[in-house]
């Protein structure tokens, strides 16, 4: 069965330090990979989505940037946090032609930027 | 993707449905409606999702009107554990197509 994985669960970090969340999925190959970003109070945000390996679209122009070195990893960065980068950041992943199967999110990694 | 409409918010007593409307009124011919739900502090949940027919599987089920401008989600005996935010997307299927969430609504199960 397929499992995506997600850490870590909470994180702290100060203003202007980098950043790096990653997201793994297995039991299956060339699956969509998408980052999402859930402010408090606020509605899931789509950041960065990606269909393959090394190719990356983003929905948001910020201060952060995704990477894909592996099928199935998805990488989220930052080489400076700000105090509005903190949220709930979410990984997802779904089957290679579109979503008719349902998107399956990851457990989250709470940033809280300090 | 096509914009949905949903009220705010709704709740309904422990052991009897939950009916969800979702107003899609400009959803488009490849289009998908989708459902997905999500309990505090927690990712979000894929429920159910229909293109024309209605939809059934262990979790709920989808009506989608004729003219597809509307659709409910039925959650058949709510139980405390179904409070959550609910959202319906509509959004077409393909290589490169995405989930864009609203805000939802918040149904509360109470005993």
Redo the contacts between chains.
Sequence with gaps: SQTIHQWPATLVQPVGSPLSLECTVEGTSNP?L?W?RQAAGR????LF?S?GIGQI?S?VPQNLSASRPQDRQFILSSKKLLLSDSG?Y?C?WTQ?????Y???????T?LTVV | DAKTTQPTSMDCAEGRAANLPCNHSTISGNEYVYWYRQIHSQGPQYIIHGLKNNETNEMASLIITEDRKSSTLILPHATLRDTAVYYCIASPTGANSKLTFGKGITLSVRP
């Design positions: 969509n998408y999402y509605g899931l945000q789509l989505y269909v679209s929905e709930f979410l997802a290679g032609f579109g979503h008719s349902g998107y399956t999110f990851g457990s989250g709470r």
